[in-house]
């Protein structure tokens, strides 16, 4: 297994590969972990993707979720299945609003809580972002890629497969 999961912050992607792994013990790589110096400054994306491979090569099986277009790029060849979830903005607005304490992204709900409006409005341009975080871009990725993949258009869809 070696499941790479894309889509916009909120549309469920770490709640996905959770539930993909249940009780087996494959890792998780969240791409925020490798995309960023503290700061928030991002990481030049050679030191990134060379995170990523080291990764990938560590480990035998795998599920890497993100919205970072550049990464997941990097990341395709070696993945066996592709998950686009994409259960539109309001779904991802609703979730990140829900959105309990990440400890591993923020020393204390204070400090999550106060990046949660400029959250909020990022994921709300999703559709019409031109970056590699964007609609346009994982559209892209998802046509493009020639392997097994499965797009989710709503958090039913998430819960059948």
Not at 21 to 37: F, K
Not at 63 to 92: S, V
Not at 136 to 147: A, P, V
């Given at each position: 297994?070696?499941?790479?999961?894309?889509?916009n912050?909120?549309s469920?992607?770490?709640?996905?590969?959770r539930?993909?792994?249940?009780?087996?013990?494959?890792?998780?790589?969240?791409l925020?972990?490798?995309?960023?110096?503290?700061g928030?400054?991002?990481?030049?994306l050679?030191?990134?993707?060379r995170d990523?491979?080291?990764?990938?090569?560590n480990?035998?099986q795998w599920?890497?979720?993100?919205?970072?277009?550049?990464?997941?790029?990097a990341a395709l060849?070696y993945?066996?299945e592709l998950?686009?979830?994409?259960p539109?903005?309001?779904?991802?607005?609703?979730?990140c609003q829900?959105?309990?304490?990440?400890a591993?992204?923020f020393?204390?709900?204070?400090a999550?809580?106060?990046m949660?409006?400029?959250?909020i409005?990022?994921?709300?341009q999703?559709?019409?972002?031109?970056?590699?975080?964007?609609?346009?871009?994982?559209?892209q990725?998802f046509?493009?890629f020639?392997?097994?993949?499965?797009e989710y258009?709503t958090?039913?869809?998430?819960?059948?497969d």
């Amino acid at each position: 297994m070696k499941v790479i999961i894309l889509g916009n912050a909120g549309s469920g992607k770490s709640t996905m590969a959770r539930r993909i792994i249940g009780t087996m013990n494959i890792p998780i790589l969240s791409l925020d972990e490798i995309a960023w110096n503290p700061g928030p400054e991002r990481k030049p994306l050679a030191e990134s993707i060379r995170d990523l491979q080291l990764f990938m090569d560590n480990h035998e099986q795998w599920i890497i979720e993100g919205c970072y277009g550049d990464l997941i790029e990097a990341a395709l060849p070696y993945c066996t299945e592709l998950r686009f979830l994409n259960p539109g903005i309001h779904i991802c607005v609703e979730h990140c609003q829900n959105r309990p304490w990440e400890a591993d992204k923020f020393p204390s709900p204070e400090a999550q809580q106060a990046m949660f409006a400029g959250l909020i409005e990022w994921v709300k341009q999703y559709d019409n972002r031109d970056d590699e975080y964007g609609l346009k871009r994982h559209r892209q990725i998802f046509d493009n890629f020639t392997g097994l993949k499965k797009e989710y258009l709503t958090v039913d869809a998430y819960n059948q497969d």
